[in-house]
Each structure stands twice: as structure tokens, then as C-alpha cells.
């Protein structure tokens, strides 16, 4: 069993400041890197670094090289990544004192996904293969589309969240992990419920979502506060691993890459949980996006 990586590819742009900018305000930063990143390129780490069999699809713009060399060096295949003429897409990231962080993106080569790509690229794998998405390219609504049509299994992973995911149709997803903001905004602008709080209610976010998309899984993740996942046959919870965090900017990202080649593995819903819990501890006491994500020796 393969999978399909259809994601972005970014240059983060990590800067470390007392404190998040406010509006008007001039903040000098402690120090900045550039690393390679990307939700895409972050996932695309983490599934292979947990054992995944992993194609990463997408675009690479004008600066972007040393971000297909990090895959290829993570045992990514990188191979149907296509090069375009455009600014390759970067971020903007803050990181406070707390290891929290705040994030700008800018598409650029990301948003050059084009159908044609779309079509070559998912021919290649078989039904019952997995792809999974971020919503920071374009095309999202065709991708899958296409995916589903090839039997692929789908994964979202609806971040950032924004006008783009009213496009897709969302039966036709298997699975999707989702942060407890953006599980809120589906609550409040997909599923109607503007006086439930998810992070409070998680069991009446998952009972709401699945009425609408009885076949849909979700993983549900709280930070401290622990990670749910809901299938029709099973819930579990994970309490989180209590950690000093430095930087939380790959949690998310190393916690999808590794609960999904778990459970590529046939691992117990369970053991997914726990081992993606486990990796995303790791990371946040790490500076830095890929560079944080764990090995599978320091996971399993």
C-alpha cells in the first residue's frame, strides 16, 4: 500500500520574538532561519520517517530546490513534483517565548497545480491507496474528485481553513484530522452549531459531523488537552505527553504523518493514537518544522 502526498511545499521564514506583532507595532527578533517546510513537506517527512511508502505530488518554484532535496533525503519520492516558472510558496512564522507560533502563507508555486497534473499524477497508484491533502494548494475540489473516482482512500487535513473547502464535496472523504480552531469553524459554518464549543464537546462536534457524512473517520486533535479520533465502530482517546514545548509549529503535521502510516500498517486505532501522540511530543521540544519531526526508532 502506497501513499500520495498531493501537498505544498514552503521555505519557512522562522523568526524568534518575545512576542507575537501586534497591529502598528515594530518587534526586533531574536533570530531567524529558513528551513524547509510546508504542510505538505512536513506530512510527507513524518509518514516516511514512520515507515510509509511515500510519493509527494506538487509544484517547486524558483528557489525552492533545497525543499526537493529534503524529501529525497527523507526517502520521499519526489518524482512527480513538477517545476513551474513561479515564486516558490513561503511562510511567515512567528514563534513566542511560549513555543507557540503564528503563521502567514504565501502560495506562490503551490497555487500552479494544474488538471492535467492532477490526472497523470493519480493514474499512477491503486484503489485502496491512500492520498492525503492540505488545503494550501490549489485544485483541492478536482484532486478529490479524481482520487475518489480511482478509489483512492482520502485524507484531509482542512488547514488553513478558508472558502476553498466549500468546493469539495465532503462524502467523498475517508478521513480527516482536524485542530480544535478549525473544527470549530466546520461546526459553526458546515455543520450549523454556533453554540457548541468543540474543544468542550468533542463527542457532539463528531455526532453533528457524522450525521452529515455518516461514512466519514475523524481525528480530532486538542494540543495539551489530548486528540480524539471517531469512526462509526470505535472512539478513542489519547491524552497528550506532557512535554516543555519550545515550538509547536510541526506538531500537528508530524501527529497526521505518523497516526496514518500507523494505521497503514494495520496498527489498532488505539496504537495509531498513541504513537502519533508520542511523535508529536517529540517534535514540539525541537525548533524548527521538518527538521523537529522524529525518527521512527525515537517513536515506536
Not at 210 to 228: M, Y
Request: glycine share 8%; proline share 3%; aromatic share 8%.
Amino acid at each position: 500500500m502506497k501513499v500520495i502526498n498531493f501537498g505544498s511545499l514552503n521555505l519557512d521564514n522562522v523568526y524568534k520574538t518575545d512576542h507575537f506583532v501586534l497591529a502598528g507595532e515594530t518587534i526586533t527578533a531574536d533570530s531567524v532561519i529558513v528551513n524547509a517546510g510546508g504542510k505538505g513537506l512536513n506530512q510527507s517527512i513524518a509518514l516516511s520517517r514512520a515507515g510509509a511508502e511515500v510519493y509527494h505530488a506538487g509544484c517547486l518554484g524558483k528557489g525552492g530546490q533545497m525543499l526537493r532535496e529534503t524529501l529525497k533525503s527523507n526517502g520521499v519520492d519526489t518524482s512527480l513534483i513538477k517545476d513551474v516558472d513561479e515564486l516558490q510558496g513561503n511562510a511567515i512564522i512567528q514563534v513566542n517565548n511560549e513555543g507557540e507560533n503564528c503563521i502567514i502563507l504565501f502560495g506562490g508555486s503551490n497555487r500552479c497545480i494544474t488538471r492535467k497534473q492532477i490526472d497523470e499524477t493519480i493514474r499512477k497508484f491503486d484503489s485502496g491507496d491512500y492520498i492525503i491533502l492540505q488545503n494550501e494548494v490549489n485544485c483541492l475540489k478536482e484532486i478529490v474528485d479524481t482520487a475518489s473516482n480511482n478509489g483512492l482512500k482520502i485524507v484531509l487535513n482542512p488547514s488553513p481553513f478558508d472558502f476553498a473547502l466549500n468546493s469539495i464535496n465532503w462524502s467523498k472523504l475517508d478521513w480527516i484530522i482536524i485542530n480544535e480552531v478549525e473544527a470549530q469553524h466546520l461546526m459553526e459554518e458546515f455543520l450549523y452549531q454556533e453554540d457548541v464549543v468543540v474543544a468542550e464537546n468533542p463527542k457532539l462536534f463528531w455526532e453533528a459531523a457524522h450525521d452529515k457524512w455518516p461514512d466519514l473517520n475523524i481525528v480530532l486533535t486538542l494540543g495539551s488537552h489530548g486528540a480524539w479520533a471517531f469512526t462509526p465502530r470505535e472512539e478513542v482517546f489519547q491524552p497528550s505527553f506532557k512535554v516543555d514545548a519550545v515550538d509547536t509549529t510541526a506538531a500537528g503535521d508530524t501527529f497526521t504523518g505518523y497516526f496514518f502510516a500507523s494505521l497503514m500498517q494495520n496498527k489498532p486505532l488505539s496504537e495509531c493514537m498513541r504513537l502519533a501522540a508520542k511523535a508529536s511530543s517529540i517534535a514540539v521540544c525541537r525548533h524548527g518544522a521538518a527538521s523537529s519531526i522524529p525518527l521512527s526508532s525515537e517513536v515506536f
